[in-house]
């Protein structure tokens, strides 16, 4: 795993500790086998998987689990589709069945158009999750007052959306996600709306501890070149973040000095 | 006996126990999760629990998602 160039620089989520700061979604591609591909060329070590029920007409029908396998990948179930605390905790319940795991993705959506999260309903649910022992990661909107009250609720993570899911539109509001960077103590991750590489660059050059997404590789031309290009891109601004960039200045300072012009 | 299975009904001869549906259905244990009258059924009970007439089971796993 080559997650990170940066020798030794890791981030923990809910106890667990992960090189890689490029967490992919499995939704979207053309079939299982290019799924784990993507997430194996993305050198990811979390995926994001939906809980559905089984086609019960054809139960040989391929199986994420043959091609994207939980004892290679940390598996984080989502909510997805659900649009109350209710729905959700039923769905996650019955994903630490079936994969007996307590980490998972907390998303309650709003509105099919937009996808956004619904806060109020997000954090009522991240509460009687947080109650029946579960480790959340939650997706929520760019709201640092909302963000701030998902953490004192006891969110494992804070997963903001930079832009609508599959909007590919890339960081709407960098005020925003910076001061949820600052004030937050637990991870932040983008998660949504990351369009190309440099969204993904942009993202950890301001301090997310990692980025989350799906349709940008999985809807790219090359799915497999693309998920290489975000791993590049996730290091890249990192390293970035942690080198430090140089001031941005009003007027131009000469790199090859002046005296001694002949 | 009669369930409805994920939204729909569907008639069985007589299934002593979660353990003989899934059989039945033809689905790897190790890969589902099943849920009866909204109480879940952890995969340790599947031969301790009774299937009776009417019930209503939910039988998911994971596919992809974002």
């Known amino acids: 795993m080559d997650g990170s160039i940066q020798q030794g620089d890791t981030w923990t989520v809910a106890g667990r500790t992960f090189t890689s700061r490029l967490i992919v979604g499995t939704g979207k591609y053309k079939d299982y086998a290019e799924n784990a591909a993507a997430a194996e060329a993305a050198g990811a070590e979390i995926v994001t998987v939906a809980v559905r029920r089984v086609n019960l007409s054809d139960p040989n029908q391929p199986m994420l689990v043959d091609y994207v396998k939980p004892d290679r990948f940390t598996f984080l179930p989502n909510t997805a589709g659900c649009f109350t605390g209710e729905d959700a905790i039923r769905t996650l319940r019955l994903a630490r069945e079936a994969g007996g795991w307590d980490l998972v993705k907390l998303e309650v959506l709003s509105n099919t158009k937009h996808l956004l999260p619904d806060m109020e309903e997000t954090l009522r649910a991240l509460k009687l999750l947080v109650s029946d022992g579960f480790q959340v990661m939650v997706y929520c909107t760019d709201d640092p007052v909302y963000a701030k009250k998902l953490e004192e609720a006891g969110a494992a993570a804070i997963m903001p959306a930079a832009a609508p899911i599959g909007s590919g539109r890339g960081i709407q509001n960098f005020l925003n996600l910076g001061l949820i960077i600052e004030q937050s103590s637990v991870p932040v991750l983008v998660d949504a709306g990351v369009g190309t590489a440099s969204d993904a660059v942009l993202a950890m050059e301001i301090g997310c501890d990692a980025v989350l997404m799906n349709t940008a590789i999985a809807e790219a031309r090359s799915p497999i070149l693309m998920a290489d290009a975000m791993k590049h891109a996730v290091i890249a601004g990192r390293e970035a973040f942690l080198a430090g960039r140089m001031p941005k200045r009003m007027y131009a300072e000469p790199s090859s000095p002046l005296s001694g012009l002949i | ?66």
Request: hydrophobic share 45%.
């Open chain 2, 1 to 66: 006996m009669t369930l409805t299975i994920n939204g729909e009904e569907r008639a069985f001869g007589t299934l002593s126990n979660v353990a003989a549906l899934v059989a039945e259905l033809g689905l790897d244990a190790r890969k589902v999760a099943v849920e009866r009258n909204l109480e879940i059924v952890p995969r340790s009970a599947y031969l301790q629990t009774a299937i009776a007439d009417g019930d209503r089971i939910e039988i998911v796993h994971f596919i992809g998602g974002g």
